[in-house]
Nanobody, 124 residues
Framework: VQLQASGGGLVRAGGSLRLSCAASGMTVISYTAGWFRQAPGKEREFVAGITWNGGTIDYIDSVKGRFSISRDNAKNTVYLLMNVLKPEDTAVYYC??????????????????WGQGTLVTVSS
């Protein structure tokens, strides 16, 4: 199983980015997907998650109303659209997948596979 994250970059506060996570080596509908982030000196934290069919979505409170997670199972890809970015959103963003569930797990240990991370830098 491989997860390839992309789409990070440098953006000014208030701007937008869309992250992508392409999965290979796994059955398309068999997983829950999540995005985590890790800022310098901080723990990796859950940002957003989506069940295999998109029926349940969850976000950390600080990104609600600004970020949107989605998935295209035909392309085996998960997206994170980030709007109204703030300097505090600066972090390395990781995508991850875990077993299909009806709820969104928020703990790192509940995800089995991880992408390599993509850096998002938001300037003030």
């Amino acid at each position: 199983v491989q997860l390839q994250a992309s789409g990070g970059g440098l953006v000014r506060a208030g701007g937008s980015l869309r992250l992508s996570c392409a999965a290979s080596g796994m059955t398309v509908i068999s997983y829950t997907a999540g995005w985590f982030r890790q800022a310098p000196g901080k723990e990796r934290e859950f940002v957003a998650g989506i069940t295999w069919n998109g029926g349940t979505i969850d976000y950390i409170d600080s990104v609600k109303g600004r970020f949107s997670i989605s998935r295209d199972n035909a392309k085996n890809t998960v997206y994170l659209l980030m709007n109204v970015l703030k300097p505090e959103d600066t972090a390395v963003y990781y995508c991850a997948t875990g077993p299909a569930r009806v709820t969104i797990p928020t703990l790192r240990t509940e995800y089995a596979y991880w992408g390599q991370g993509t850096l998002v830098t938001v300037s003030s």
